[in-house]
């Protein structure tokens, strides 16, 4: 089946520096990338809707300068969380989508960040 | 808006046992609604989806789910429950149209106990 790869799985950080977090489709080209945070025991939240060669979609209360996702091919798609911060400490996820069938969207295996 | 309530935060059961995870919506129109297992490390793997047609649908390893519009539910359900299926399941909304954006519940934590 088609995968999504995330790196890396971990990062630490200290506050005030920027981690940029990769989310690469290895068998597949995606068309539409997706962002979502977790926070622990609560449902995945979407953030951001990217698709290739565009700039990327927010959902509301998302900081675009924040958090900025760059989606320069159709397998590679990037969030780079900007002057971090403990409260940006969280498990992010990627999907891809191939087309627009809802059911062609692929998880990647997150990246948890912790920011000190 | 759509949302997506799991009112399980945790369930246990034996090896062997039935399971049923549930699961209720908000939404204005016919719903596409879908069950994600995530496991420790691995991405969300799609178990199965409802667009339309048939209420009762089936997914991979031996799940099921039922949709019922009277009850804003779809339920997910497995006959005899493994050892390997204690993960965490996430039921989720999408919109049928336009942005198509899916909204997830908070998850239900499976325990499976031998």
């Known amino acids: 089946g088609a995968v999504v790869s995330q790196h890396p799985s971990w990062v630490i950080c200290k506050s005030g520096t920027s981690v940029k977090i990769e989310c690469r489709s290895l068998?597949?080209?995606?068309?539409?990338m997706f962002w979502y945070r977790q926070f622990p025991k609560q449902s995945l939240m979407l953030m951001a809707t990217s698709n290739e060669g565009s700039k990327a979609t927010y959902e509301q209360g998302v900081e675009k300068d924040k958090f900025l996702i760059n989606h320069a091919s159709l397998t590679l798609s990037t969030l780079t969380v900007t002057s971090a911060h403990p409260e940006d400490s969280s498990f992010y996820i990627c999907?891809?989508?191939?087309?627009?069938?809802?059911?062609?969207?692929?998880f990647g295996p997150g990246t948890r960040l912790l920011v000190l | 808006a759509q949302s997506v309530t799991q009112p399980d935060i945790h369930i246990t059961v034996s090896e062997g046992a039935s399971l049923e995870l549930r699961c209720n919506y908000s939404?204005?129109?016919?719903?596409?609604l879908f069950w994600y297992v995530q496991s420790p490390g691995q991405g969300l793997q799609l178990l199965l989806k409802y667009f339309s047609g048939d209420t009762l649908v089936q997914g991979i390893k031996g799940f099921e789910a039922e949709f019922k519009r009277s009850q804003s539910s779809f339920n997910l359900r497995k006959p005899s429950v493994h050892w390997s299926d204690a993960a965490e399941y996430f039921c989720a909304v999408g919109s049928s149209g336009g942005y198509q954006k899916v909204t997830f519940g908070t998850g239900t934590k499976l325990q499976v106990i031998p």
């Open positions: 939404y204005g129109a016919t719903p596409y």
């Open positions: 999907s891809a989508r191939v087309g627009t069938l809802q059911e062609t969207q692929y």
């Open positions: 068998d597949f080209q995606a068309t539409t």
